[in-house]
């Protein structure tokens, strides 16, 4: 799932703050993989895991692993003030540094091709001599609301810090969606599970293996994991093979349910304020580093925003950026991840204005929970891929 959020005016749905404003808007960008419909949210709304009673300590840090390794993630600002809307990773695909943006939601690696139009400071593949596109393969990524990318596809050696993976399937745009011209990434690095990759063979899907997948098949890295540090306002990484041990904390592990593609889990519980709220839906969603938000049951995001001066327009919460906003804890067995409410408090709605938009919003539109980047910010999240026995690992703080 790539779904962040882009405050443009000329796409403002007219989310009115006050009366005596002009409307400004929002919209919430989604691309979604199709297989999300095939399966339907019902049945992944099935999948109840609960948290695995143990916790593992952290690695130690003075053991080198030759070929696992770290890169830095930037955060990338949408039109408000100045947000994470999301975060860039450089990758170096044939001597080409492209940003990318890391997405645990879904399973595509692609960048923009020579024949999208130049903009802004973007990357554009260019083929070397002698490379050609794999004959008869396509692939097509289709978004909420409609607009996507497609294109063709190239086998390329990518590197992502020291991590180099050979026959990496790259799939080169020769089409993208307008929202995709004027985002800053120059594509999407898919970290969901390999079945859902879009790649198709004369019509026929032929899923190819996502970055980490290869890694893993090809032996490259020590461990099938990856650790994942978004930070508010500032730089993280993505570590791969490994798990970080800045800090002496232990990791909470759960389960996942990748039945669907995705890194889907079911926290302990969620509080507001240190205070659990309980929800009449289910609190399973997926672990997505392409969501700009956290997308949680309505009932909760309203007893969340309830006495702050928050108001409900067009499906989404706005309020006075003035307002301070309650600390919000997602449980996942033995950790608390509290998520400090200034995180909450997003961005402006547009540059300059006094009404800000909320970082949690509610999930019922999608059908699906979604923690994104506002919850995984709060955190350090191990993503382990072990075949038959796959996990999400939280520790607090990122
Ligand atoms: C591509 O597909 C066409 C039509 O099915 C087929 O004739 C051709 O052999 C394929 N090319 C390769 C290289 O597989
Ligand atoms: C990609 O998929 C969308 C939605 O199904 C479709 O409208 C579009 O024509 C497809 N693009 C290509 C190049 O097949
Ligand atoms: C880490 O925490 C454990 C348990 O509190 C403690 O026994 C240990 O000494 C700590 N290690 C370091 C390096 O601080």
């Known amino acids: 799932m790539h779904y962040y959020l882009a405050i443009t005016a000329a796409l403002a749905v007219g989310v009115v703050a006050r009366p005596a404003n002009k409307p400004t808007g929002f919209i919430i960008k989604q691309v979604k993989n199709p297989n999300f419909h095939r399966n339907g949210p019902a049945e992944f709304a099935k999948a109840l895991n609960k948290w695995l009673p143990y916790s593992e300590t952290w690695d130690s840090p003075a053991i080198e692993r030759r070929g696992d390794g770290s890169v830095v993630t930037n955060p990338a600002s949408g039109s408000g003030d100045g947000a994470d809307q999301e975060y860039l990773c450089p990758v170096n695909i044939n001597g080409q540094v492209f940003k990318l943006d890391f997405d645990t939601g879904s399973s595509d690696l692609w ?202 327009a067009n499906g989404h919460y706005t309020f006075p950026c003035s307002t301070t906003l309650p600390d919000f804890q997602v449980v996942i067995g033995a950790a608390t991840i509290t998520i400090p409410g200034k995180f909450i408090n997003y961005d402006t709605v547009s540059k300059g204005s006094t009404t800000c938009f909320g970082g949690i919003q509610p999930s019922s539109q999608l059908k699906m929970n979604i923690y994104g980047d506002i919850f995984l910010k709060a955190a350090y999240v191990v993503f382990d891929a072990t075949v038959g026995a796959p996990k999400l690992g939280f520790a607090p703080g990122s």
């Open 111 to 312: 960048v923009r091709g020579p024949t999208i139009p130049a903009s802004g400071s973007h990357t554009a593949f260019a083929p070397k001599n002698g490379d050609n596109p794999i004959p008869n393969e396509t692939w097509n990524i289709t978004y909420g609301d409609k607009t996507g990318a497609s294109g063709i596809v190239y086998s390329e050696t990518v590197n992502v810090g020291p991590v180099a993976v050979t026959k990496q399937a790259v799939e080169v745009a020769t089409s993208i969606s307008p929202t995709f011209q004027r985002d800053p990434a120059d594509g999407l690095l898919g970290l969901a599970f390999s079945g859902i990759n879009t790649v198709k063979t004369n019509g026929q899907r032929t899923p190819q293996n996502t970055f980490f997948q290869n890694a893993i098949t090809q032996k490259i890295l020590n461990k099938p994991v990856f650790g994942v540090s978004l930070k508010y306002k500032a730089a993280g990484s993505y570590d791969f093979g490994f798990v970080r041990s800045t800090t002496n904390t232990t990791l909470a592990y759960t389960p996942v349910d990748r039945s669907h593609g995705f890194w889907g889990f079911t926290p302990s519980g969620v509080q507001i304020g240190g205070k659990a709220v309980s929800s009449s839906s289910s609190l399973t969603g997926i672990a997505d580093t392409g969501t700009t938000l956290l997308l949680l049951p309505d009932d909760i995001v309203a007893s969340y925003y309830q006495g702050t001066g928050a108001a409900l």
